[in-house]
């Protein structure tokens, strides 16, 4: 009545489903387990393409995934271990365009639609399972607007008993220096949103010229928010926020 273990004889090609998520590749024995080199993610999402691996730790008991990622004009590479509701890594995107930091939410509906095979309807309300522990190190090397190198950011992502945190936020954009510290309470509903940013010494001009290509406005300025906001989804939130902006 034991357990009974299976040795694979030889490499093969083969088609490995997580939820929703159907990944075609070659599985090949290695010393730390079975490791899946993907050659192809059917993603339902246009917007985003995989290209890495995945090893199969031995006996199963971890599942690491590490390759490279695009979403739009945005590309990063990623290194993450999932062992049960527990996740770990980082993801470092070498340029995050600003205009695609909506990504970052892209990908976290792509993991619970996919493999968590959550529901893409959200009219259930944002929410996190409770027994999910998540600690993904976000980071940015270069933050573009329109091609133009601005900055780079360092955003620690954790999710525990229901509530993500993302701090300390740091970085720089345009000359200044973020700082800051953003939380979604999605363990209660509707989920809340509390969210503390600064920029110190911001050269705008730098940005308006990236952006509207003006080279004649001169200046340093300090930049600070704080904002709340409750809903049951991230548009609803993001409708309802309010706070100041000084």
Do not use: C
């Not at 997580?18 to 387990?33: I, Q, V, Y």
């Not at 529901?119 to 976000?138: M, Q, W």
């Not at 940015?140 to 229901?162: F, H, Q, R, Y």
């Amino acid at each position: 009545g034991g357990r009974k273990f299976y040795r694979m004889r030889g490499d093969r090609d083969v088609d490995v489903r997580f939820g929703a998520l159907l990944l075609s590749g070659r599985l090949e024995e290695t010393f730390n387990g079975l490791t899946f080199f993907l050659e192809e993610a059917g993603l339902p999402d246009e917007d985003i393409n995989v290209d890495g691996k995945i090893l199969l730790g031995r006996l199963f008991k971890k599942t690491q995934f590490s390759g490279e990622l695009t979403v739009k004009d945005s590309t990063a590479s990623f290194d993450i271990d999932v062992n049960g509701a527990v996740t770990k890594g980082e993801i470092v995107f070498d340029k995050l365009t600003l205009v695609d930091v909506p990504v970052i939410q892209k990908l976290y509906d792509a993991y619970e639609r996919y493999v968590l095979q959550l529901p893409g309807d959200t009219s259930e309300g944002l929410r996190f399972d409770t027994a999910e522990k998540v600690d993904i190190a976000l980071k940015a090397v270069s933050l573009l607007v329109k091609g133009t190198d601005l900055g780079t950011l360092n955003a620690p992502l954790t999710i525990k008993d229901g509530i993500m945190t993302i701090a300390p936020l740091s970085g720089k954009f345009s000359g200044g220096d973020i700082k800051g510290r953003i939380e979604v309470r999605a363990a209660q509903s509707p989920a809340h949103l509390d969210a503390k940013l600064s920029l110190k010494d911001w050269v705008y001009g730098d940005f308006l010229k990236a952006l509207h290509g003006h080279s004649d406005i001169k200046g340093k300025a300090n930049v600070n928010a704080e904002l709340t906001g409750t809903g049951h989804t991230v548009a609803d939130i993001e409708n309802a926020l309010n706070g100041e902006i000084i």
